[in-house]
């Protein structure tokens, strides 16, 4: 499980998916399967959360890496190359961001 904290020895990667509602299963389906079988094994990996909204018309990725090189070299892959291209057919736009943790709060 992701753990959000005011670190700077970790990279941090927001990634926002908009998609139909007839097609976000689908994308769920495909980015479960991509980390369960592929993006968790690769150097680097810490964890990841999926987030999706009640009206099933985006999802936010949450993924942290040890280095950013580790999710650039992840993303470079002849593989998650293959996987975007399956990704991007399924829904209307993905972003990966990049950020860093600049403060956090609890109660």
């Given amino acids: 499980m992701p753990a959000i904290a005011k670190r700077n ?3 941090t990667v927001i990634t926002t998916f908009e998609m139909t509602p007839g097609t976000c299963q689908d ?3 495909e980015l479960n399967e991509a980390y369960a079988t592929f993006i968790s094994k690769q150097p680097g990996f810490i964890a990841a959360g999926l987030h999706v909204n009640d009206a099933q018309t985006r999802i ?3 993924s942290q890496w040890e280095r950013r090189e ?3 070299a992840m993303l470079r892959t002849p ?3 293959e996987r975007n291209r399956r990704i991007s057919a399924m829904c ?3 972003e990966p961001v990049m950020y860093d ?3 956090t709060y609890r109660t």
Avoid: G, P, T
Wanted: proline residues 0%; aromatic residues 20%; negative net charge.
């Fill in 9 to 11: 020895d970790y990279q």
């Fill in 101 to 103: 943790v600049i403060d």
């Fill in 79 to 81: 593989e998650m190359r």
């Fill in 60 to 62: 936010a990725n949450y």
């Fill in 27 to 29: 994308l769920i389906d």
């Fill in 70 to 72: 580790d999710f650039q």
């Fill in 92 to 94: 209307k736009s993905f």
